[in-house]
């Protein structure tokens, strides 16, 4: 089973930006759809194993993105014009398919703290 791990959560104020990073171990990385979530398995953002899926809460689009790297088995969140409404623990989680449903997600991070100040 994939491991995972974030970081990049920080302090920043409202309108800045934050890119949060998920460093997965094992080889099945490819594999897997990625997806990343907050407060209580709050959907945010999916991508699918190649990269050629991505969807979005509608709380989030148009301000953040997801995106992957195989090659350094790590998934990407670039959050922008952030507001005080997304501070949370942001997690990432691993699926065998692209779904907003986090009960279909097998492996979770420990989380990052991501606090926006107003």
């Known amino acids: 089973q994939v491991q995972l791990r974030e970081s990049g959560g920080g302090l920043v104020q409202a309108g800045g930006s934050l890119r949060l990073s998920c460093a997965a171990s094992?080889?099945?990385?490819?594999?897997?759809?990625m997806g990343w979530f907050r407060k209580e398995r709050e959907f945010v953002a999916v991508i699918s194993w190649n990269?050629?899926?991505?969807y979005y809460a509608d709380s989030v689009k148009g301000r953040f993105t997801i995106s992957r790297d195989n090659a350094k088995n790590t998934v990407y969140l670039q959050m922008n014009s952030l507001r005080p409404e997304d501070t949370a623990i942001y997690y990432c989680?691993?699926?065998?398919?692209?779904?907003?449903?986090?009960?279909?997600?097998?492996?979770w991070g420990q989380g990052t703290q991501v606090t926006v100040s107003s």
């Open positions: 990269g050629g899926t991505t």
């Open positions: 989680a691993a699926a065998i398919s692209i779904s907003s449903d986090p009960f279909r997600y097998d492996a």
């Open positions: 094992g080889r099945t990385f490819s594999s897997y759809a």
